[in-house]
Every structure is written in structure tokens, then in C-alpha cells.
């Protein structure tokens, strides 16, 4: 079975502080993903990744960045965390073609800026 | 980017009953999944129908798509407390990511 693993299922940082989610997924998926989900809003893209060393904006990506140094691991970076960033975060992976294949959560994260 | 919409946004039954939830949608697509989520989890996969695709099954789940509407509809039959979740319809349009949809709610009770 897929594992898609997100480094902490609770998390509460400060205002300004630079916050760190980490995802890793177990089954060599080229494709992984970012989303928030906010109630009333569903699940919005933030960040993707169809490769090693690639990025692609998704939806929303203004205050956020991504790293993936290794085909296993996809970080979410908030530089300056600020109240309206929190969220319950979810991280995904898939293989393929992006909208041809079904996605793989983790999850979620429920990050707190206070 | 186009957006599924689910529809009702909350549904509530009794065990036994079976559940209907619609996904509309505004572009041509090439696929539409449906996930479900329960309370503070991760989505998980259900089913994925493909444009070309009328119906599907899968255990006690099945969905249609009609693509000269623009709909798809996700049947659960003989609900049980379990089933108790969002459920979510994405869509995609090309080689692109999926959109989903804010979800429809189920309760079932015992």
C-alpha cells in the first residue's frame, strides 16, 4: 500500500515565524502535491511537483514555497507564517499523468498561527 | 480553473438507506474522481470514471457521469455508521491538476 507520511499532524507556530511541513511518500511517485483546506473553501492547490528539483504554482502558492531535493520527500515553507495561514494542510502523491491517476493523501497536518 | 461542485452540502440518513451525491461541473473533462474524507483525515480514493465511461461500480459504490450535462452522481447503497464522511469530486481538463470540489457531508445514523 501507498504510505504518504506528513511530518507532524498538529503543529502551532507565531506569527513571522518560518515554519517547516514535510511530506514523504513510500512508492517512487513522480507527482506530489500541496493543498489547504479551509471550511467552505474545499481543498485548494498550493505547490506541486512532477520531478525532482521541479515546482509548479498551484492555485494559491503567495506566502508559500516548496523543496524537493529528493524524489521521496516534498517540504512546504511558509517564510513568514501569518494568521491567515492557518489551515489543515494535506499532502499527496500520485504517478503519471497528473489528472489521469488517482491521488494518495497523507494525513494533513493542522497548523496553528498564533 | 474549473471547479466540481457537489451538491447536496450536507446529507443525513439512517443506516440502510442509500446515499446520492451529485457533482456538477463546468468544462469538458477527461476524468472525474470521487474521494472521501473522514473527520480530520486525509482523502482516500473511490473510484475515477473516465469520459468515455457511462457507470462504474465498486462494492456498494456506484457512480454515473454524464458528460452532455456536465454531472456525475456517487451512489452509496445500504449506508452504514462507517460511511460517516465528506466525500469529494475533482475533476481535471487536460494534463492538468485536479480541482476539487468543497464537498458534500454524510451523516448516517445507527
Known amino acids: 500500500d501507498v504510505k504518504v507520511t506528513q511530518s507532524s499532524r498538529y503543529l502551532v507556530k507565531r506569527t513571522g515565524e518560518k515554519v517547516f511541513l514535510e511530506c514523504v511518500q513510500d512508492?517512487?511517485?513522480?507527482?506530489m502535491f500541496w493543498y489547504r483546506q479551509d471550511p467552505g473553501l474545499g481543498l485548494r492547490l498550493i505547490y506541486f511537483s512532477y520531478d525532482v528539483k521541479m515546482k509548479e504554482k498551484g492555485d494559491i502558492p503567495e506566502g508559500y514555497s516548496v523543496s524537493r531535493e529528493k524524489k521521496e520527500r516534498f517540504s512546504l515553507i511558509l517564510e513568514s507564517a501569518s494568521t491567515n495561514q492557518t489551515s489543515m494542510y494535506l499532502c499527496?502523491?500520485?504517478?503519471?499523468?497528473?489528472?489521469?491517476?488517482?491521488?494518495?493523501f497523507g494525513p494533513g497536518t493542522r497548523l496553528t498561527v498564533l | 480553473s474549473q471547479q466540481g461542485e457537489e451538491d447536496p452540502q450536507a446529507l443525513s440518513i439512517q443506516e440502510g438507506e442509500n446515499a446520492t451525491m451529485n457533482c456538477s461541473y463546468k468544462t469538458s473533462i477527461n476524468n472525474l474522481q470521487w474521494y472521501r474524507q473522514n473527520s480530520g483525515r486525509g482523502l482516500v480514493h473511490l473510484i475515477l470514471?473516465?469520459?468515455?465511461?457511462r457507470e462504474k461500480h465498486s462494492g456498494r459504490l456506484r457512480v454515473t457521469l454524464d458528460t452532455s450535462k456536465k454531472s456525475s452522481s456517487l451512489l452509496i447503497t445500504a449506508s452504514r455508521a462507517a460511511d460517516t464522511a465528506s466525500y469529494f469530486c475533482a475533476t481535471d481538463a487536460g494534463y492538468s491538476t485536479l480541482t476539487f470540489g468543497k464537498g458534500t457531508m454524510l451523516l448516517v445514523s445507527p
Open positions: 512508492m517512487d511517485h513522480e507527482n
Open positions: 499527496a502523491s500520485s504517478t503519471g499523468f497528473i489528472s489521469y491517476n488517482e491521488q494518495f
Open positions: 470514471i473516465r469520459s468515455n465511461e
